[in-house]
């Protein structure tokens, strides 16, 4: 897959990634990085990025029966002769990979020796469920594309979860309006879709996006045996309820099925990258915070798609679920892509029943509280939710901020609140 135009099988003008100077950094000090992520999100266009700017040797792709039946005959042999760093694509379809790299790794004992990639989670069923590469690599996600990504609008600024812990946003900036950020509405951010990086009939998308759903499905299942009938309906009751706190017993019940089918198929839907969640914020002594987690579409386009809200007038209850998806994708897609390590998660209050849709979480203990709005104008009638969690956690939140479809940040920051609360435009995220 190629974001934009290429010659001889070399990237002329790609769009840039947030993740590659994060696997550029990991590089520097691991032996091993395992760039893991959906299929068609652009991991080989990333790698073959990589390789051109850096001079290293083509991507070998083991999705080519040829490649997998070379390696095959020694692959002991076939990785030695290897340059570093050796790109090696799709590994999920060699299950014994990370068995053969860890020999090398291990005999050789140097940073940036392997970029390994993979549409479905690698190296988890060897040695009794172990990781082989458990301390020898790196393991990094690449989500579809973000908003900035898609506009090519990355320019060396802060992402939005660098500067919730860092300058911030300075009251008045202005952002363009929502609408205009994409070709289409909702279409999302997986690149080889019609209608995410150019125009095209909604029709058109939907196909595509229908396609594309059924060719990864069976790609986190493994060697396990499921029903990919009942796996669509599972994935098109999480995705159509994006952003949702998972309750087995209610899904089963929705779905007609039995709690433990359903966890075995979220699993399944995760492991294939189709899903996502954010876990709860919970420390151990507090019962009536939720600990369970909110799963969300991996892209706006699927959620879009499995609720159909391209096809007509989406009701507000679409909308907001909607655009909560579309600002966790990019917050989380940001995160991973953090130096900092970042993490996305949501929190709840049972008792109260006041929430804030995500949380990012410094490993220093601080905290944003973030919420999103599908709205162009807001208030404090909006800000509720945050403004508990801040007085539930005075002096460990950096800010708060509230993502609404507005072009101008808004301080919403409550009389004699030590924490600032921020109306932030989403395309300022």
Known sequence: MINSECYDGLVARILPRLITPVIEAALATSPVVILEGGRATGKSTVCDDLVHRHGWAPRIDLSD????????????????????VCVLDEAQLEPELTLWV????DARRSAGQFLITGSARLGRDQLGGSDPLAGRS?????????????EHDLRGAASGVE????????????????GQVQPGRWAGGLPSIAGVLTDAPVADWE???????????PLGAGEQRADLGRLLRTFRYFAANSGQIVNYARAASELGSQAPTVKSHLEILESGFLLRRAEAERPLEHRVVTAHPRVFASDVGLAAWASRARLGSPPATTLGALTETDVAHDLMAQADASRDRIQVRHWRDTRTQREVDLLLVHPDGRYVPVEAKASTTVGPGDTQGLVHF????????????????????????PSGSSCQILAVPRILI
Do not use: I
């Open 207 to 217: 196909r595509a996006t229908a396609a594309y759903v059924e060719a990864v499905l």
């Open 163 to 178: 500067r919730a812990f860092g300058e911030g946003w300075s009251v008045g900036d202005s952002g363009r309006a929502r």
């Open 65 to 84: 029966p040829n490649a997998r039946a070379t390696l095959r005959l020694d692959p002991d042999r076939f990785l030695a002769a290897q340059p570093a």
């Open 390 to 413: 801040v007085r539930a956690h005075a002096g460990r939140c950096a800010r708060a901020v509230l993502v609404y479809e507005g072009t101008r940040v808004v301080d919403l920051t």
């Open 138 to 150: 790196v393991r990094l996600r690449l989500s579809s594309m973000t908003r900035a990504e898609r």
């Open 102 to 105: 860890k020999r090398q790794v």
